[in-house]
């Protein structure tokens, strides 16, 4: 089970670090993603984070603004979202997958959490 938390309202330029915590030993074993979703728009890839050598890996339009991390000792993963902007906003999810390749595409995901809403006004 995965559970987000840390989304809310901010104002553009701002910083805002939201978080996903799963439930059970096995946290180690999976490869994490974020993933958003904007209204009227299609689910898109944020950022990953691998489970052999937690290497990152970033979407086109959040690369040096927002930072994945995880802390296996917490079964935590962690997006630290800098500069925001309007087009930021949207529920934003975490995934788990035993995948380590490929973590750009939605289907290898075995686990979803709830979401977590981030909205950011100009």
């Known amino acids: 089970r995965l559970v987000e938390s840390g989304g809310g309202s901010v104002q553009a330029g701002d910083s805002l670090r939201i978080s996903c915590e799963a439930s059970g030993r096995a946290f180690s074993r999976y490869a994490m993603g974020w993933f958003r979703r904007a209204p009227g728009k299609e689910r898109e890839f944020v950022a990953a984070i691998r489970r052999t050598d937690s290497s990152t890996h970033y979407g086109d339009s959040v690369k040096g603004r927002f930072t994945i991390s995880r802390d296996n000792s917490k079964s935590t993963v962690y997006l630290q979202m800098n500069s925001l902007r309007p087009e930021d906003g949207a529920v934003y999810y975490c995934?788990?997958?035993?995948?380590?390749?490929?973590?750009?595409?939605?289907?290898?995901?075995?686990?979803w959490g709830q979401g977590t809403q981030v909205t950011v006004s100009s």
């Open positions: 995934g788990a997958s035993l995948d380590d390749l490929r973590l750009n595409i939605p289907s290898i995901y075995s686990y």
